[in-house]
T-cell receptor
Framework: GAVVSQHPSWVICKSGTSVKIECRSL??????MFWYRQFPKQSLMLMAT?????????EQGVEKDKFLINHASLTLSTLTVTSAHPEDSSFYIC?????????????????FGPGTRLTVL | GDSVTQMEGPVTLSEEAFLTINCTYT??????LFWYVQYPGEGLQLLLK?????DKGSNKGFEATYRKETTSFHLEKGSVQVSDSAVYFC?????????????FGRGTSLIVHP
């Protein structure tokens, strides 16, 4: 089955530093990847949609300069939290949509990464 | 716009009890419907899905039927286990204009006691 990995699985950083989170599709090409943020005991909040080779589309209220997204290849998208602050501490989850041969069957399905726990001190 | 409404949790059950988690949706098109499960500290895993009306998705003893007339996709399991304790998310995907826009419910926490 389709596998999506995230790295790191957890990270602790000091306030003011930047943190990069990687999301990789391991066995399929992901033309579109999604970045979510999840607060404790709450649902996923879609932050942005990342399309390979083009600028990401951010949801309303998400700061583009704060959360930099790069989707440089069909298997890798990165989220960089710039100048992180304690309020940025959260669980960040990426997902990918398979745009390959299984288009008809998997077109509407997302495959999720295991998540990255960010703690900003 | 599209939306998904789930029953609020937590749902607390004893092992081998019957489970129902309600989910209703609002969509402009003909969405696909999903249930995802999230175990503590992990990402989401697809549990089951249904892509058209009257389809029944099933996996690991869980079932949900796509009911267009009631716009519902309730999750059921006949006999829950302690290992089923997790948060369950109902979700839909619609294709307005050919684009994919995921919509999730708020999640329902399930706690199963031995």
């Amino acid at each position: 089955g389709a596998v999506v990995s995230q790295h790191p699985s957890w990270v602790i950083c000091k306030s003011g530093t930047s943190v990069k989170i990687e999301c990789r599709s391991l066995d399929f090409q992901a033309t579109t990847m999604f970045w979510y943020r999840q607060f404790p005991k709450q649902s996923l909040m879609l932050m942005a949609t990342s399309n390979e080779g083009s600028k990401a589309t951010y949801e309303q209220g998400v700061e583009k300069d704060k959360f930099l997204i790069n989707h440089a290849s069909l298997t890798l998208s990165t989220l960089t939290v710039t100048s992180a602050h304690p309020e940025d501490s959260s669980f960040y989850i990426c997902s990918a949509r398979d745009g390959g041969d299984r288009l008809t069957r998997a077109y509407n399905e997302q495959f999720f990464g295991p998540g990255t726990r960010l703690t900003v001190l | 716009g599209d939306s998904v409404t789930q029953m609020e949790g937590p749902v607390t059950l004893s092992e081998e009890a019957f489970l129902t988690i309600n989910c209703t949706y609002t969509a402009t098109g003909y969405p696909s419907l999903f249930w995802y499960v999230q175990y503590p500290g992990e990402g989401l895993q697809l549990l089951l899905k249904a892509t058209k009306a009257d389809d029944k998705g099933s996996n690991k003893g869980f079932e949900a039927t796509y009911r267009k007339e009631t716009t519902s996709f309730h999750l059921e399991k006949g006999s829950v286990q302690v290992s089923d304790s997790a948060v369950y998310f109902c979700a839909l995907s619609d294709l307005p204009g050919g684009s994919y826009i995921p919509t999730f419910g708020r999640g329902t926490s399930l706690i199963v006691h031995p």
